[in-house]
């Protein structure tokens, strides 16, 4: 899959509606999603961390500042830069909300629930989880997780991006 193609993936996961743009409430409403489906409570700081995070990711995504991101101002916006500097943090902010037990991995019962707060497909975080779970543990790291999705991103190739991203041959839009 080549860099755009991977790109589209995720902006169509970010476009919640699927109207074309990605508004500030679709990005923002992803960390109090994660902190529903996680059972956190808006004061925990995690939650905290997580909202300040994503406020910050977004002002840097919607360079125009007009509260929408276009597919073309994000593919202008993203790269290795622009995923290390604002992505990482967001992206692991989000995963220590579902690493109940904090010990830096999450489970598949806890990585699903953090996918499908995002806007994926159960099955696909399932299969994401078995292509990331190399060693087969039953866990997931969270170096790794965010590496496999800079992989996908960049346009380097991951296959759990591939599983997470791609829509199923069933998928029907709600
Ligand atoms: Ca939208
Ligand atoms: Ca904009
Ligand atoms: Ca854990």
């Given amino acids: 899959m080549n860099q755009t193609a991977a790109q589209r993936l995720v902006f169509a996961m970010l476009d919640a509606d699927g109207d074309g743009i990605v508004s500030r409430d679709e990005y923002m409403a992803r960390a109090r999603n994660v902190a529903l489906a996680t059972g956190r409570t808006e004061d925990d700081p995690l939650v905290v961390t997580a909202r300040t995070l994503g406020e910050r990711a977004w002002a840097s995504m919607d360079a125009d500042g007009d509260g929408g991101m276009t597919f073309d101002e994000y593919a202008a916006w993203a790269g290795a830069e622009a995923f ?91």
């Fill in 84 to 174: 290390d500097t604002v992505c990482a943090p967001v992206l692991g902010a989000l995963f220590d909300l579902a690493d109940t037990d904090a010990d830096g991995a999450l489970g598949v019962s806890e990585f699903t629930a953090l996918r499908t707060a995002l806007n994926n497909p159960a099955t696909n975080a399932e299969a994401a989880f078995a292509a990331l779970d190399t060693n087969g543990d039953g866990r997931v790291g969270r170096d790794d997780y965010i590496a496999s999705i800079r992989a996908h991103v960049t346009g380097e190739g991951s296959p759990m991006g591939t599983a997470l991203y791609t829509r199923p041959l069933s998928y029907i839009p709600a």
